[in-house]
């Protein structure tokens, strides 16, 4: 008798296939294949599970490249997502993961749109070191890394003196790059497929800002008393003064905006920390010193990024106006009046704020200092 007639068969071979069915276990996906083909090698201790420090380590591998790297960086991105936490990430999770739901209330990762995007950063991205073009501030975009506290600064010296930047970065003919930060030079290996993927881009100008992203990465890296990757390094996050006393090797000063929350704090008292913050601001735009803002996990001012660093590009004194410069270099258009209700108009990453507002939305500010950074700070 032919199987396929065999009711007794039939009765448990039908239920299995609807199982698999609904748990996506004969599906098949680029990104499917990648993983299925690679999580038994990135689950390096054997527990079944990926973790983002194991994931890291593929991504940093030079050997992990293509499509294989475009899986790797799908996964960590689940994994370092905060709107869908993902936790003991198995590839059984995944497969009943992909293909995603079409109900968008499922709260499980887009493994596929990440991985397509990934996908295409990796053959979009230039192989060279710099563009045609001096470094410009309007061709960087953040990538998936927390990693603005340093990217903030690099702005704001980009914006002061694109040709300084420039400088910082001697290529060698065997592929690294010596990078030059502060008094500090760190050796950086070629960049990886999985990096290109994960750090900022600009646009047609080169690897430089991926670059100097794996630079910082290795430099906290070595300070860290437990082994890390670069990607995992950087994109721990950090202090945007303490990385532009890094990048410049001055000291900083910060001035935190915190008084100005405080509904008991008098109105003389806020004008006299007004006074010191103009005349803070204005000193370090006169002698040309790198500043830097910050601001909370929380905030209600449309277009303004949460838990976020930015460049300060100017303030002005006569029109007591500051402008801020976001690394996502994005735009945004208020839906009404600019201001703290609607937000402000932003054209890749700039806009202008008067201070008086900025002052109950930022955390605070830090400027360099002319005096040389101590070897301990």
Not at 9 to 27: D, E, S, T, Y
Not at 31 to 54: C, M, P, V, Y
Not at 355 to 375: D, R
């Amino acid at each position: 008798m032919i199987w396929g007639y065999d009711r007794n068969r039939l009765f448990w071979i039908v239920p299995f296939v609807l199982i698999c069915c609904q748990r996506g276990l004969f599906a098949q996906t680029p990104f499917l294949d990648q993983a299925r083909s690679h999580f038994a090698q990135w689950d390096t201790n054997k527990d079944g599970e990926i973790s983002a420090t194991e994931i890291d380590r593929a991504i940093s591998n030079p050997k992990t490249q293509g499509p294989t790297a475009a899986a790797a960086v799908s996964i960590r991105r689940a994994l370092k997502g905060k709107k869908i936490p993902v936790e003991h990430l198995t590839m059984d999770k995944l497969v009943q993961s992909v293909p995603r739901p079409a109900d968008q209330k499922t709260k499980i990762p887009d493994y596929e749109g990440m991985y397509n995007n990934s996908l295409k950063k990796i053959h979009g991205s230039r192989t060279d070191l710099f563009g045609t073009e001096p470094p410009n501030l309007d061709s960087i975009s953040q990538g998936r890394l927390g990693d603005c506290y340093c990217l903030a600064p690099l702005g704001a010296m980009l914006h002061r003196n694109p040709n300084q930047v420039k400088s910082m970065f001697i290529p060698s003919t065997d592929g690294k790059v010596l990078v030059q930060l502060g008094k500090e030079k760190v050796e950086v290996p070629p960049l990886t497929d999985g990096e290109l993927a994960l750090f900022a881009s600009t646009k047609t100008q080169g690897i430089w800002v991926q670059t100097y992203e794996k630079a910082m990465g290795i430099h906290l890296a070595a300070k860290k008393k437990q082994l890390t990757t670069p990607i995992g390094a950087v994109g721990a996050g950090g202090s945007a003064g303490t990385a532009l006393g890094l990048i410049t090797g001055h000291r900083f000063e910060r001035f935190s905006c915190k008084p100005f929350k405080d509904a008991t704090l008098s109105e003389s008292d806020k004008n006299a920390k007004l006074a010191s913050l103009r005349k803070g601001l204005g000193a370090a735009v006169e002698d040309k010193r790198l500043i830097c803002g910050g601001t909370p996990k929380e905030v209600k001012v449309p277009g303004v990024t949460p838990n976020h660093a930015y460049a300060i590009l100017n303030y002005n004194e006569k029109t007591d106006l500051v402008t801020f410069w976001n690394p996502h270099g994005q735009n945004f258009k208020p839906k009404g009046e600019p201001g703290l209700e609607f937000g402000y108009l932003v054209a890749k990453g700039k806009f202008q704020v008067p201070l008086k507002e900025a002052v109950t939305w930022i955390v605070g500010f830090s400027w360099e200092m002319k005096e040389p950074k101590a070897s301990a700070e």
